[in-house]
């Protein structure tokens, strides 16, 4: 057994670890209540104009659509990874960079699979390995549309310009602070939805199909990154806090098992210290 000054060493370095996770829990959740309301809020107008943008692509003929739509033979692939720039969110982070690496050695076998990583874990882990064309881990600095549109417009030159053949997105969709789902989503080209799905919406376009394919679909697939990006940012958070909570609890009880075992010892010690004294007493009266 150790003895009573390890215990109480382990004891204050155990409940130093407990106030830090507590904290790290504490500002985890306050930062999760502002990136819930911003994806609740956002993903009704991004799923609709998905939708939209998606029925106008399959109601085109041929690739009269956008060149966004067009579909090439696959041989290169450019798979864009969104983590966190930071550890301590369980399991958050792993999944989605295992999902990535399926993509490579399983889903696209045999092709040139590069990555694209927004976060810096993905970048750290990935490079290893495999081909990381940019890592835009400062787009946490300042999350707003205007810097994912950067990055957005960076993946449609890529695609339109012959560089990739198929751009696909892994992220974790947040559906609440314990829970994640990891998404794979393609980016480009566009999927257009089934013809009967598609036929069943009745819209009135003016000026013109051509022209509002034209000018929305950039926006769109800006629209869908950030949103993807948004939601990884909310489960960032989810995660983290769920993973403080946990380490909390387990910090809890293990001081409670130390602090037992201390007091054992204690006792102990104590006990031994008065048969001591008792059999000295009674050596002297003999």
């Given at each position: 057994?150790?003895?009573l000054?390890?215990?109480?060493?382990?004891?204050?370095?155990?409940s130093?670890?407990?106030?830090?996770?507590?904290?790290?829990?504490?500002?985890?959740?306050?930062?999760?209540?502002?990136?819930?309301?911003?994806?609740?809020?956002?993903?009704?107008?991004?799923?609709?104009?998905?939708?939209?943008?998606?029925?106008?692509?399959?109601?085109?003929?041929?690739?009269a659509?956008?060149?966004?739509?067009?579909?090439?033979?696959?041989?290169?692939v450019?798979?864009?990874?969104?983590?966190?720039?930071?550890?301590?969110?369980?399991?958050?982070?792993?999944?989605?960079?295992?999902?990535?690496?399926?993509?490579?050695?399983?889903?696209y076998?045999?092709?040139?699979?590069?990555?694209?990583?927004?976060?810096?874990?993905?970048?750290?882990?990935?490079?290893?390995?495999?081909?990381?064309?940019?890592?835009?881990?400062?787009?946490?600095?300042?999350?707003?549309?205007?810097?994912?549109a950067?990055?957005?417009?960076?993946?449609?030159?890529?695609?339109?310009?012959?560089?990739?053949?198929?751009?696909?997105?892994?992220?974790?969709?947040?559906?609440?602070?314990?829970?994640?789902?990891?998404?794979?989503?393609?980016?480009?080209?566009?999927?257009?939805?089934?013809?009967?799905?598609?036929?069943?919406?009745?819209?009135?376009?003016?000026?013109?199909?051509?022209?509002?394919?034209?000018?929305?679909?950039?926006k769109?697939?800006?629209?869908?990154?950030?949103?993807?990006?948004?939601?990884?940012f909310?489960?960032?958070?989810?995660?983290?806090?769920?993973?403080?909570?946990?380490?909390?609890d387990?910090?809890?009880?293990?001081?409670?098992?130390?602090?037992?075992?201390?007091?054992?010892a204690?006792q102990?010690?104590?006990?031994?210290?008065i048969?001591?004294?008792?059999?000295?007493?009674?050596?002297?009266?003999?």
């Amino acid at each position: 057994m150790a003895n009573l000054k390890e215990i109480r060493n382990r004891i204050a370095s155990v409940s130093s670890t407990m106030q830090i996770t507590s904290a790290m829990k504490m500002v985890s959740a306050a930062k999760l209540k502002k990136a819930q309301d911003a994806i609740t809020a956002m993903r009704p107008y991004s799923d609709k104009l998905t939708e939209l943008l998606q029925s106008l692509s399959a109601s085109l003929e041929g690739d009269a659509g956008s060149v966004y739509a067009q579909n090439r033979e696959v041989n290169k692939v450019l798979v864009v990874s969104i983590t966190s720039n930071r550890g301590l969110c369980g399991a958050f982070n792993t999944n989605v960079i295992k999902q990535s690496m399926v993509l490579a050695n399983q889903t696209y076998a045999g092709k040139q699979v590069d990555f694209m990583a927004i976060g810096k874990k993905a970048n750290d882990i990935l490079r290893k390995k495999y081909t990381v064309i940019e890592n835009h881990s400062k787009v946490y600095d300042e999350l707003n549309f205007d810097n994912v549109a950067l990055i957005a417009e960076e993946l449609m030159a890529l695609f339109t310009n012959g560089t990739y053949d198929k751009i696909e997105i892994v992220y974790n969709k947040f559906k609440n602070a314990a829970t994640q789902i990891i998404m794979t989503e393609q980016f480009l080209p566009i999927v257009p939805i089934s013809g009967e799905e598609a036929s069943s919406a009745d819209y009135v376009y003016e000026p013109s199909k051509f022209e509002i394919v034209e000018q929305l679909i950039p926006k769109s697939l800006k629209t869908q990154l950030y949103k993807g990006i948004r939601d990884s940012f909310a489960s960032e958070h989810g995660a983290r806090m769920t993973a403080m909570h946990k380490a909390t609890d387990n910090a809890t009880e293990l001081r409670d098992q130390l602090k037992l075992t201390y007091n054992k010892a204690r006792q102990a010690a104590i006990t031994n210290e008065i048969l001591e004294i008792v059999g000295g007493a009674e050596a002297l009266s003999n």
